[in-house]
């Protein structure tokens, strides 16, 4: 049963490019959220979604975008990168918005490097 | 809104002695709190999670936190450390109907043999 998925594992952009990132939940999982993680911090909430709709956003710019498709995989988009973007990028999966005691299932995560 | 205090960012401590970690959440509704470890280069682990049940509540590898309302707190423990507990660990705090996770800042655990 493979857990949560990520790609890519690293990526490497430039300012002002854009920059698409993906995840696939765990099996049996509908629910995706996203977070992003700059270094010596703790992970910030950017979004989520259920049914393919963005249901909960947290304290980020609209440049951060996303999509999750029928098969509940998702897609996290940032477009005209800042070099403050630099992080890692964490989803999560889980069943439901709050299924199961809350407990949400991360991924290793894509570490992203703006220059 | 709810959130998390972590004091102290880096934590040391010799192998076979206390871990302790501290938490303490703010929310205006009744909590469920969780820890998390991450070892370098990996994502986020559940060691522990609280939901209202039982205010003692026992993880994996050892570790359990105790639920305490009156001081707000979630403190993680663990009796006797091991080298392979060198890691960073998170508290988060969420609500009951809303798996949104708030964390607080982490503590870089440092195990000295």
């Known amino acids: 049963d493979a857990g949560v998925t990520q790609s890519p594992t690293h990526l490497i952009k430039t300012r002002g490019q854009q920059v698409t990132l993906r995840c696939s939940p765990k099996s049996g999982h509908d629910t995706v959220s996203w977070y992003q993680q700059a270094l010596g911090q703790g992970p910030q909430f950017i979004f989520q979604?259920?049914?393919?709709?963005?249901?909960q956003r947290g304290n980020f710019p609209d440049r951060f975008s996303g999509h999750q498709f029928p098969n509940y995989s998702s897609e996290l988009n940032v477009n005209a990168l800042l070099l403050g973007d630099s992080a890692l990028y964490l989803c999560a999966s889980s069943s439901g918005l709050a299924g199961d005691s809350n407990e949400q299932f991360f991924g290793p995560g894509t570490r992203l490097t703006v220059l | 809104a709810q959130s998390v205090t972590q004091l102290g960012s880096h934590v040391s401590v010799s192998e076979g002695a206390l871990v302790l970690l501290r938490c303490n959440y703010s929310?205006?509704?009744?909590?469920?709190l969780f820890w998390y470890v991450q070892y370098p280069n990996q994502g986020l682990q559940l060691l522990l999670k609280?939901?209202?049940?039982?205010?003692l509540v026992k993880g994996i590898n050892g570790f359990e936190a105790e639920f305490k309302k009156s001081e707000t707190s979630f403190h993680l423990t663990k009796p006797s450390a091991h080298m392979s507990d060198a890691a960073e660990y998170f508290c988060?705090?969420?609500?009951?109907?809303?798996?949104?996770?708030?964390f607080g800042k982490g503590n870089q655990v440092v195990v000295i043999p």
């Open positions: 929310s205006s509704v009744p909590p469920y």
């Open positions: 988060a705090v969420s609500s009951y109907g809303n798996n949104r996770l708030a």
């Open positions: 609280y939901t209202s049940a039982a205010t």
């Open positions: 979604y259920y049914e393919e709709e963005e249901r």
